[in-house]
């Protein structure tokens, strides 16, 4: 019981998450300062790694402007159910070893489920700031899950497919066994998979509900303080969500060479996300953002048709 | 106004725009269907303090005009006021006058590119070409002694000499734009979600740009083939061979490509300008006061056309001294731009004829119901401020 | 995807950031900054003041007993001044570190601040 609390606490839990959640913000902003020939972060810690952790404290320390307008309710819930809902998502990723500290079957439903509800929430956000830009920001929150979600779930259900399996452990727990990572049968599910989860974590080129020369910060316009710093905090697990889900689905998760003693699992896992995590942030560096009709047409045009041709392959090679 | 379209301001705060302007987009969806466009809150009474200043002190005031373009409104006090003075700058002064006003639209151009990249979201774009601008900066203030307000004129010449190390490090300086410029052009050309955004966005045609007098490379991406630097030559734009640039896309992947073609163009030019550098005196005295007169000389700045007027009383100091900015000419254009458009597109839009705002803002007292208008003094604005709650 | 390779190509490229306070930029010859006026050479002319576009420039007394004080919160560095003057007494040097940590009591007062250029004074 104490083990299981332990655990739930540290190490894979909630400590563990901060602490690669913050990481993974200075990585990217990092290697994307880098790739742009810039610096990024560099005074806070060594080589700016404590700069995140900076930026969040500094945050909550700052005051929280509530605006009159605003509908209170969902306003002050939004940020808290949107780094609960990350964080609980995260308890389905397997870290520590090939099962998940939650799991059963079905979870991978059940993971598409939490990540449209991350958009339903950003859309919640922009609706109950009452302010323009955080209006049509929220509105256009809304829309992309229209244009990526269905290829997203699509991509997800190639892995699923080949493990005969709907959790994401028992997927992992295949790749293990079998020493085969998904991603060799899955090459255009993975590539639609990376794509469509910029649109969920609204990066570069999919950074519309946020654009921020458009529509100042988009559907965040109005939060700031305790709110904005839950926010970020949220964004940044939704990137190791991004990251991680990746890695379990595509890349085997933590298998690898002696993943059966402890922390090599860990180390395996660790190595995999921060190369998806690169591959993710120099994308950001690569484009310029869509317009939301561009976006939402181009998911259905090009994303989805894929992702069926996807599973169609994998219906006719494993028969 | 029937119940689906919204009201949606853009300006005078809003992170699309570098200076506050107003403008306020009646939108029906995400598509726009009229804009109202609000000028004059940095109205800073430039043209008034021009009367309180000697011409001297009005040769460094004209610079504060407009940072990026101070090169281009100094050219043209001078070129105003040399005539009145009956002057004329020896031609080695000419000629380092155009190459530090090519210098300058190198800068201009290549600080709007990496603008306009930042407004389409694509900040990697924009940071390159900004990192490249500073080489041009560096040139200039190793030719003139300041990064930006050059202060590189005088009445009658120029204030400094180019030697041969600069000439050298000049070129090289120029190449390595050059090339950078050239790159830039095949990645814009090849680079498939600039081209999206880009191209058939904020349309205007041939007729009306020519109609709406719009100037610079909003009117010449618009194929109406319009350069002062052609039309009407001033330093030793007459002697140096040099394309007029013209696309006829009509849209901002045509602005895009105009400046990007100018780029090169320019450093052509700087390039036959260092070869064919005559020898002489820098500069003639001038001085100081004016005879009665008036005078209007044009200069083509990076952004378009740039008039201005002086009338003189005899004294050392200008009886009235008027600047247009090339702004102005663009706002008209800028309107039809944006009608027919989405709000996404709003800030590429407005980026796209460059504009500077506080060089343009001017203010004017109309009243809007009988467009009657009226002068105020400054006690008379005082007084209105104070009952209006103002301090 | 037209840029992959110029992004790449940068990631091994040191960055063109200067990490300012730690390492200056080269300073570029001619740069016009600090104005030093050589009160010896001054004859109270007071062409700078009056050529002077951001009236940077005092003069305390007359002629050749004066002082000078200069400004540096007002002036616009555009060396009109060391042109103007007929003797050569002003030069602009490329120092540019001209802010100081000393406090001052406002803001406002910044502009109010000045270097002086006294002249020796005889017993």
Not at chain 1, 131 to 140: A, D, P
Not at chain 2, 27 to 34: A, K, L, P, T
Request: hydrophobic share 45%; aromatic share 10%; proline share 5%.
């Amino acid at each position: 019981m104490i083990i299981e609390i332990l655990k739930l606490l540290i190490i894979p839990g909630i400590f563990f998450l901060f602490t690669l959640a913050l990481f993974y913000q200075w990585l990217d902003r990092r290697f994307l300062a880098r790739l742009q020939n810039r610096r990024g972060p560099m005074h806070t810690g060594s080589h700016g790694t404590l700069q995140p952790l900076a930026d969040f404290i500094k945050l909550l320390a700052k005051e929280d402007i509530e605006p009159e307008a605003v509908d209170k309710p969902v306003f002050r819930g939004v940020p808290i159910l949107l780094s609960t809902i990350s964080i609980t998502a995260l308890f389905f990723i397997p870290i520590w070893g090939v099962k998940a500290f939650v799991h059963f079957e079905g979870d991978l439903i059940f993971m598409t489920f939490l990540m449209t509800l991350i958009a339903i929430l950003a859309f919640l956000g922009g609706w109950s700031s009452t302010n323009r830009f955080s209006t049509i920001g929220g509105l256009r929150a809304a829309m992309q899950t229209l244009g990526y979600e269905v290829p997203l779930s699509l991509a997800f259900i190639g892995p699923a497919i080949v493990a005969k399996s709907l959790s994401i452990s028992k997927i992992v727990e295949w790749q293990a066994s079998t020493g085969i990572w998904a991603i060799i049968l899955n090459p255009l599910g993975f590539g639609i998979a990376i794509i469509a989860l910029l649109a969920e974590l609204e990066k570069v080129p999919f950074d519309l509900p946020e654009a921020e020369t458009e529509l100042v910060a988009g559907w965040q316009t109005e939060f700031s303080g305790r709110k904005l710093a839950l926010l970020r905090f949220a964004f940044d697990l939704e990137l190791v969500l991004a990251a991680g889900l990746i890695t379990s689905l595509f890349l085997g998760g933590p298998a690898g060479p002696f993943y059966n003693i402890p922390w090599v699992g860990v180390i395996w896992f660790f190595i995999k996300t921060t190369i998806v995590v690169l591959i993710l942030s120099n994308l950001r560096g690569l484009f310029a953002r869509f317009r939301i009709d561009q976006m939402v047409s181009g998911c259905w045009k090009y994303l989805v048709p894929l992702a069926i041709i996807q599973i169609i392959f994998l219906q006719l090679v494993l028969g | 106004m029937s119940n689906s379209t919204y009201k949606v301001p853009i300006g005078p705060q809003h992170p699309a725009l570098k200076e506050p302007e107003n403008f306020l987009l009646t939108v029906d969806g995400e598509e726009i269907i009229d804009v109202k466009i609000r000028l004059g809150y940095v109205h800073r009474g430039g043209e008034k303090a021009f009367e309180n200043r000697t011409y001297v002190q009005g040769l460094y005031l004209i610079e504060r005009v407009c940072g990026i373009c101070a090169m281009a409104h100094q050219l043209c006090y001078v070129n105003n006021l040399e005539p009145m003075m009956d002057v004329e700058a020896p031609p080695r002064a000419q000629y380092i006058r155009t190459i530090v006003a090519e210098l300058e639209r190198v800068h201009s151009h290549l600080l709007w590119l990496g603008v306009a990249a930042h407004e389409i979201g694509f900040d990697t774009l924009f940071m390159y070409c900004w990192r490249d601008r500073e080489v041009s900066l560096d040139l200039m203030e190793m030719i003139t002694g300041n990064r930006v307000l050059h202060a590189a004129n005088t009445i009658g010449g120029v204030r400094r000499d180019l030697t041969a190390d600069m000439i050298s490090k000049t070129r090289k300086g120029i190449a390595l734009l050059k090339k950078r410029t050239e790159y830039y052009k095949k990645l814009v050309l090849a680079e498939k979600t600039i081209l999206k955004r880009a191209l058939g966005v904020g349309i205007l045609s041939t007729k009306d740009a020519a109609e709406l007098c719009a100037v610079g490379p909003t009117a010449r991406a618009s194929n109406v083939k319009k350069d002062v630097r052609k039309d009407d030559p001033y330093s030793a734009y007459d002697e140096i061979p040099f394309n007029l640039i013209t696309y006829d896309l009509c849209d901002v992947a045509s602005r895009v490509l105009v400046r990007v073609d100018e780029l090169i163009e320019s450093a052509n030019i700087i390039e036959y300008s260092l070869d064919h550098l005559p020898t002489g005196p820098i500069g003639v005295r001038a001085p100081r006061s004016i005879p009665p007169g008036e005078n209007v000389s044009i200069v083509e700045a990076p952004r378009g056309e740039d008039i201005h007027y002086c009338k003189s009383n005899g004294t050392d100091k200008p009886e009235r001294y008027k600047v247009r900015a090339p702004t102005l000419g663009n706002w008209a254009s800028m309107a039809k731009m944006l009608i027919g458009g989405y709000v996404a597109d709003v800030p590429i839009t407005l980026a796209a004829i460059d504009p500077c705002m506080s060089c343009t803002d001017r203010v004017a007292f109309i009243d809007a119901n009988s467009g009657k208008n009226w002068i105020w003094s400054t006690e008379q604005i005082k007084k209105y401020s104070k009952k209006n709650g103002g301090r | 995807m037209a840029m992959e390779r110029e992004l790449l190509r940068h990631l091994v490229k040191k960055p063109a950031t200067i990490i300012y306070p730690f390492e200056s930029p080269e300073p570029i010859e001619g740069t016009r900054a600090k104005v030093e006026i050589d009160i010896l050479k001054c004859i109270g002319c007071g062409t700078c003041i009056h050529d002077c576009p951001a009236y940077a420039l005092e003069m305390v007394g007359k002629g050749l007993t004066c002082d000078m004080k200069w400004y540096p919160g007002r002036c616009v560095f555009c060396g009109q001044c060391v042109e103007s003057c007929p003797r050569n007494a002003i030069k602009q040097t490329a120092e540019h570190d001209l802010a100081t940590t000393e406090s001052v009591e406002s803001a406002g007062m910044m502009s109010e601040r000045f270097v002086e250029f006294n002249r020796p004074k005889k017993e």
